[in-house]
């Protein structure tokens, strides 16, 4: 017999396996199933999350597996941020007393999630669900966003980035860069602010801009510069050069006179 239909039953009165002409009044009855979730577990990674619960009815305990239109509604909606809304639908499990949902597709790390469980049967009213929130796992933030990398003096190497919302997905908020194969040269902060100094003149780098969140590290935004040469030096010599030029001018010079007297 099917839950939640209206049946009408009478009796059959026998004796001597022959039937006495009277009819037993009709007996009216409907099977009230009620379906609540019990012991909702949550797990989370930190893309994804696993609901598990067990379904329980007091009038209908032991048929469960039986009831082939009895299905359940899963949703999960991010506390803060985009608000994003997911469902899921699905029909019971071959184990009647456990019931599952997993939530693959746009789940964001370090994130709280409010999500709800509740039973259907067809052609009847939503049953009462049940409410469990949940933080997902920390996960690697984001690049940083548009590195601008400068040489504002010929050994010296400027870095800066877009200071855009993104996601660190994790506690802290911090960014480092370094020159790369440059021992000593990482540098932290929490801005994207750095400088270089007293390099090498005309000399290539490449420079490595990460985020940082306590516990995972993005991968690397890299760019190539160079340093240019030391005009100072440059200038030095050309002074020096000239000098000595005038220098030798002068005693060949000087030579000359002498020679003629």
Not at 44 to 64: A, G, P
């Amino acid at each position: 017999m099917k839950p939640f239909t209206d049946y009408s039953c009478t009796g059959d009165i026998k004796m001597n396996n022959v039937s006495i002409n009277k009819t037993l009044p009709p007996v009216q009855f409907n099977i009230d199933c009620d379906f609540t979730v019990e012991k909702l577990e949550i797990s989370t990674t930190n893309t994804s999350i696993k609901l598990n619960w067990e379904t329980k009815s007091d009038n209908c305990q032991d048929v469960l597996k039986k009831l082939d239109e009895l299905s359940y509604h899963c949703s999960c909606q991010q506390q803060k941020g985009d608000g994003r809304y997911f469902k899921t639908d699905g029909k019971i499990i071959n184990q009647p007393e456990r019931r599952m949902c997993e939530f693959t597709s746009g789940i964001k790390p370090f994130r709280y999630y409010n999500c709800e469980v509740h039973h259907i049967y067809t052609g009847q009213k939503d049953f009462r669900g049940t409410k469990v929130t949940e933080k997902t796992k920390l996960g690697i933030p984001d690049q940083p966003h548009n590195v601008v990398v400068t040489v504002p003096e010929n050994n010296k190497i400027n870095v800066t980035c877009s200071l855009d919302y993104m996601d660190f997905n994790g506690p802290e908020k911090i960014y480092f860069a370094q020159l790369q194969g440059v021992p000593g040269s990482r540098k932290d902060n929490t801005e994207c602010q750095f400088q270089f100094e007293d390099l090498s003149y005309s000399t290539s780098y490449t420079v490595e801009v990460f985020t940082f969140n306590g516990h995972f590290t993005s991968s690397p935004v890299r760019s190539q510069v160079d340093t240019r040469y030391n005009n100072k030096a440059l200038i030095g010599s050309l002074v020096f050069l000239i000098y000595f030029i005038i220098l030798c001018a002068a005693l060949f010079i000087l030579k000359r006179r002498i020679s003629r007297k």
